[in-house]
């Protein structure tokens, strides 16, 4: 069984362009975090997806981020316009049901804004 | 709120020397504990978690943690430490949240492994 995938797993743009991030959850797992961790800090909370409805939002930092999970599959997350603060590892990370205590992470995706 | 500490953010060990990483946690309840691996290159990988029971748990890689609610820590532990354990070390609690589970990690621990 496939794990959760993540692409890219670099991105280095210039401050004020737009990037994507892509993650592809298990097969099957209806719960879809994303989650991020500026460097030398913690592993923070973004937000939430059950299938396509976001559950929970409350970690992303403003509106210049917006998460989609198209058709409750995968899921992006798009910053735009990028800032330096932006700059980081984006982990994504995916549970089967609402009781689902144990997250599967993906390799994480390395977000450089210069 | 939950909150999840470890102290010690860059931890140094000889191969074959036995290891502790420390986590204390912040949660008014009994949480669901877990301690995860980073390796270069790689994603989170779960080392072993604590629902309830036996308090100490044992994990992957001939890794255990135990828990001690007295303490509020729940310090992961291996007797004899490998080359290829050298990776970075997260702690993390989950609490319920709206039906569904709401992780916090620490701000994790780097391990290097010398010869």
Same mark, same amino acid.
């Given at each position: 069984?496939a794990g959760v995938t993540q692409f890219p797993s670099h991105?280095?743009?210039?401050?004020?362009?737009?990037?994507?991030l892509r993650c592809d959850?298990?097969?099957?797992?209806?719960?879809?975090?994303?989650y991020?961790r500026?460097?030398?800090?913690?592993?923070?909370?973004?937000?939430?997806?059950?299938?396509?409805?976001?559950?929970?939002?409350?970690?992303?930092?403003?509106?210049?981020?917006?998460?989609?999970?198209?058709?409750?599959?995968?899921?992006?997350?798009?910053?735009?316009?990028?800032?330096?603060?932006?700059?980081?590892v984006y982990f994504c990370a995916s549970?089967?049901?609402?009781?689902?205590?144990?997250?599967y992470f993906g390799p994480g995706t390395r977000?450089?804004?210069? | 709120?939950?909150?999840?500490?470890?102290?010690?953010?860059?931890?140094?060990?000889?191969?074959?020397?036995?290891?502790?990483?420390?986590?204390?946690?912040?949660?008014?309840?009994?949480?669901?504990?877990?301690?995860y691996v980073q390796s270069p290159g790689q994603g989170l990988q779960?080392?072993?978690?604590? !629902?309830?029971?036996? #308090?100490?748990? +044992?994990? $992957?890689?001939?890794?255990?943690?135990?828990?001690?609610?007295?303490?509020?820590?729940?310090?992961?532990?291996?007797?004899?430490?490998?080359?290829?354990?050298?990776?970075?070390?997260?702690?993390?609690?989950?609490?319920?949240?709206?039906?569904?589970?709401?992780?916090? !990690?620490?701000?994790? #621990?780097?391990? +290097?492994? $010398?010869?």
């Amino acid at each position: 069984e496939a794990g959760v995938t993540q692409f890219p797993s670099h991105s280095v743009i210039e401050k004020g362009q737009t990037v994507t991030l892509r993650c592809d959850p298990i097969s099957g797992h209806d719960n879809l975090y994303w989650y991020r961790r500026v460097m030398g800090k913690e592993i923070k909370f973004l937000l939430h997806f059950v299938k396509e409805s976001k559950q929970d939002e409350s970690g992303m930092p403003n509106n210049r981020f917006l998460a989609e999970r198209t058709g409750g599959t995968y899921s992006t997350l798009k910053v735009q316009p990028a800032e330096l603060e932006d700059s980081g590892v984006y982990f994504c990370a995916s549970s089967q049901g609402a009781r689902s205590v144990v997250q599967y992470f993906g390799p994480g995706t390395r977000l450089t804004v210069t | 709120a939950q909150s999840v500490t470890q102290p010690d953010i860059h931890i140094t060990v000889s191969e074959g020397a036995s290891l502790e990483l420390r986590c204390n946690y912040s949660y008014g309840a009994t949480p669901y504990l877990f301690w995860y691996v980073q390796s270069p290159g790689q994603g989170l990988q779960l080392l072993l978690k604590y !629902f309830s029971g036996d #308090t100490l748990v +044992q994990g $992957i890689k001939g890794f255990e943690a135990e828990f001690k609610r007295s303490q509020s820590s729940f310090n992961l532990r291996k007797p004899s430490v490998h080359w290829s354990d050298a990776a970075e070390y997260f702690c993390a609690v989950a609490r319920n949240s709206g039906g569904y589970q709401k992780v916090t !990690f620490g701000t994790g #621990t780097k391990l +290097q492994v $010398i010869p």
